[in-house]
């Protein structure tokens, strides 16, 4: 198998930097949310074996995570299609993947106020008790995406 890398987050967006102090926990949200977004717009055929997947990289300042493409390289149709991806992956968050920035963000701020009991469990929505943002359902639009689970 090989792998094309394809960024951290899209080429235009700002990431998270190594050596910040939460960076272990935002760099692995954002490839969560940027794997989830280039599965949204680059579906693999199912006959196609290639993968989205998170690549962790030792360097002298510390690991570095990347969203990868891993494939068969010895299946046209695989290269082809991880090439197209590399080549066609957007420069900036799609509305969904802004969603699920925000939903992160909120996500982890009830934890918090749960934590600090500002708030009780029963009072967070029961979309935050999940561990990944809600999906949409085939069809569906951003605006139902924010009207069937607000943040």
């Known amino acids: 198998m090989q ?5 951290p987050v899209p080429t235009e967006e700002s ?6 102090p939460t960076y272990p926990e935002d760099s692995t949200r954002e490839c969560q949310v940027y794997s989830r977004m280039l599965q949204r717009l680059f579906p693999a055929p199912a006959d196609v074996p290639v993968a989205y997947v998170t690549r962790e990289q030792r ?10 493409i891993r494939f068969d390289e ?11 991806v590399e080549r066609e992956a957007p420069s900036e968050w799609d ?15 009830y934890a918090e106020a749960v934590r600090e009991k500002r708030l ?11 561990a990944n943002p809600p999906e949409l359902a ?8 924010l009207s069937a689970y607000p943040l």
Do not use: M
């Open 3 to 7: 792998y094309i890398y394809i960024g």
């Open 59 to 68: 360097h002298e300042f510390g690991v570095y995570r990347e969203v990868a």
């Open 74 to 84: 010895t299946n046209g149709a695989a290269v082809d299609f991880a090439h197209q």
């Open 120 to 130: 009780r469990p029963e009072e967070v929505p029961s979309h935050f008790g999940q």
């Open 95 to 109: 509305p969904i993947a802004h969603y699920e920035l925000a939903w992160f963000e909120r996500k982890r701020a």
């Open 138 to 145: 085939p069809g569906s639009s951003f605006s139902d995406l």
């Open 15 to 20: 990431c998270s930097q190594v050596g910040n």
